[in-house]
């Protein structure tokens, strides 16, 4: 299966579960930042800004690493988005990307698929799905 088909039908699949409840990845007080352990702020694990322009500030339990989910936060510290980084070297063509976690009580909206070349902490490329808790007129609020 080609890179795009499978991204094709991951976004897909995620699309078709996006009415169904979250499953839970962290507690509702994940909700608020900072969220409970084992979480922890990524710039505190490797070398990233405390705060990145288009996913927010980064919470992630580091047991978890590479793939996450890495919980993203607004300037005002409110969840806006849980972000998966899965590197391609682990996506085989029977992979399924099925049931990912959000926190108790977050949302989901819309999703969004990108190809990353790779940053400190996830070296490798990799995509990041990006479940967003607000509607995309307001990731706005992560910008910068």
């Known amino acids: 299966m080609s890179s795009r088909s499978f991204l094709t039908a991951a976004a897909a699949a995620l699309a078709l579960g996006l009415g169904a409840p979250a499953t839970q ?3 509702a007080s994940a909700l608020k930042a900072p969220p409970a352990a084992p979480y922890k702020a990524v710039s505190s694990l490797v070398k990233l800004p405390d705060f990145i322009p288009g996913l927010g500030q980064l919470f992630v339990d580091p047991a978890t690493l590479p793939a996450g989910p890495f919980l993203g936060y607004d300037h005002d510290g409110r969840l806006v988005n849980t972000t998966y980084m899965i590197p391609l070297a682990l996506m085989k063509p029977d992979m399924h990307l099925n049931d ?5 009580g977050a949302k989901v909206d819309h999703v969004d698929i ?5 940053h400190p902490g996830v ?4 995509i ?3 479940l967003w808790n607000v509607p995309a007129a307001q990731e706005s609020r992560v910008a910068k």
Do not use: D, Q, S, T
Not at 114 to 118: K, R, T
């Open 128 to 130: 990041h799905i990006v």
């Open 25 to 27: 990845a962290a507690g």
């Open 100 to 104: 990912l976690k959000v926190p108790a």
């Open 123 to 126: 070296e490798e490329p990799h």
């Open 114 to 118: 990108m190809y990353n070349a790779g």
